[in-house]
């Protein structure tokens, strides 16, 4: 078996904070010199690259529209389906001087897909083998992990806010990750957006033990990032003081030098 980069997936309820976990997950795996980060950005959504100032033009979706139309078959007559694949993902990816960046895109619209999903799970296993991280921002459902990404995670972190809802769909994931036959080597719960309100706090304790996942850190709400949000500034440029910031480095540290 080839050799693979550590893949880390971030998941959670959707406005919970995953993708700005997963920036700055991204910002320290690229500031400690642990080689080069694949980022995946599975949320149709796609915000990962705007909080890590990058534009991304096109998706895997639109890939995957483009190899399925009729077109298509015209202008790649002499090219095998799986080549034809990853000269187009190779196409797509964005590569900055420390990390590249993939987006999903939108789910496939109705007929089948399944050869191509096949092919490009197949294909993003091996580009794997590139990189020394993949750190995949997920959408709430696990989807792209079970079908069209990998089914193998070394840590997949979940996010929460201190919401009862948001912990009730923590727990989701954590069994829809074992029904879906997701290899999950390690599973940990992120609780973000904590402010210091007296019933927050009070309450915390209780909702994480509900979640029945174990507890790797506390990322507070931080007006920084409000800020940041106000005018888009992308998240990777917090500043090193911010508070968020700080709580992820510890994240950071329990994660992937554990
Ligand atoms: N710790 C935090 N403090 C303040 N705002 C936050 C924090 N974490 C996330 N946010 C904000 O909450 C919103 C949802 O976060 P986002 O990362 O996009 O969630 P998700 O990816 O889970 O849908 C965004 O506007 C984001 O900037
Ligand atoms: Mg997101």
Redesign the pocket.
């Given at each position: 078996m080839t050799k693979r980069g550590t893949i880390i997936a971030v998941a959670?309820k959707?406005?919970?904070?995953?993708?700005?976990i997963a920036s700055l997950l991204l910002k320290f795996l690229t500031e400690n010199g642990r080689g080069r980060v694949l980022a995946i950005d599975a949320?149709p959504a796609t915000?990962l690259p705007s909080t890590l100032g990058v534009t991304v033009k096109k998706t895997i979706g639109d890939v995957r529209e483009e190899i399925a139309s009729p077109s298509q078959v015209f202008f790649s007559e002499d090219m095998p389906t799986d080549m034809l694949i990853e000269y187009k993902i190779e196409e797509i990816m964005v590569n900055t001087p420390l990390f590249s960046i993939l987006a999903m895109g939108h789910s496939e619209g109705p007929g089948c897909y399944c050869l191509i999903n096949d092919m490009l799970r197949h294909f993003i296993d091996k580009l794997a083998s590139r990189f020394s991280t993949i750190l995949i921002d997920c959408e709430a459902g696990l989807e792209h992990l079970s079908r069209r990404t990998t089914r193998d995670v070394d840590t997949l972190l979940v996010?929460s806010d201190p919401t009862k809802r948001g912990i009730d769909t923590a727990s989701t994931i954590k069994n829809l990750a074992k029904k879906l036959q997701i290899n999950v080597r390690r599973i940990y719960l992120v609780v973000?957006?904590v402010t210091e309100d007296e019933d927050v706090r009070t309450a915390l304790p209780e909702l994480v033990k509900k979640s029945g996942l174990e507890l790797v850190g506390i990322?507070?709400?931080?007006a920084n990032?409000?800020a940041f949000?106000l005018v888009g500034k992308p998240i990777i440029e917090l500043p090193e003081d911010s508070k968020?910031v700080v709580a992820v480095e510890e994240i950071f540290e329990k994660v992937c030098r554990g």
């Open positions: 959670g959707g406005g919970t904070g995953k993708t700005v949320d915000c996010v973000n957006k990322v507070p709400e931080d990032i409000r949000d968020a």
